[in-house]
């Protein structure tokens, strides 16, 4: 089970720090990524960090956003900086690549002055 949390509202510019629980899912053992979707467009990926420790971002968010985790608390974070009103989304965390567990509900990020 996946949990993510942290979301909330932001003015642009600003920081948040998302972190993603998991239960019977190692995010040490897995490759594990940051998922998001805003209103009417797909879920796209946007950091992903391999079992080595590669991470990889979308081109949006190069640059701004940090995935990393922690192997002892067993949780995935992604740290967004400088956030622009784009961003505004729900993020999830999951596999990097399918087969998915479940999606859960998200949290919900809202960039907006």
């Known amino acids: 089970q996946l949990q993510a949390s942290g979301g909330g509202l932001v003015q642009p510019g600003g920081s948040l720090r998302l972190s993603c629980a998991a239960s019977?899912?190692?995010?040490?053992?897995?490759?594990m990524g940051w998922y998001r979707q805003a209103p009417g467009k797909q879920r796209e990926l946007v950091a992903g960090?391999?079992?080595?420790?590669?991470?990889k971002y979308a081109d949006s968010v190069k640059g701004r956003f940090t995935i990393s985790r922690d192997s002892a608390k067993n949780t995935l974070a992604l740290q967004m900086n400088s956030l622009k009103p784009e961003d505004t989304a729900v993020y999830y965390c999951?596999?990097?690549?399918?087969?998915?567990?479940?999606w859960g509900q998200g949290t919900q990020v809202t960039v907006s002055s």
């Open positions: 999951n596999s990097l690549s399918s087969p998915f567990w479940s």
């Open positions: 019977g899912i190692s995010v040490y053992t897995n490759a």
């Open positions: 960090i391999t079992r080595g420790g590669t991470t």
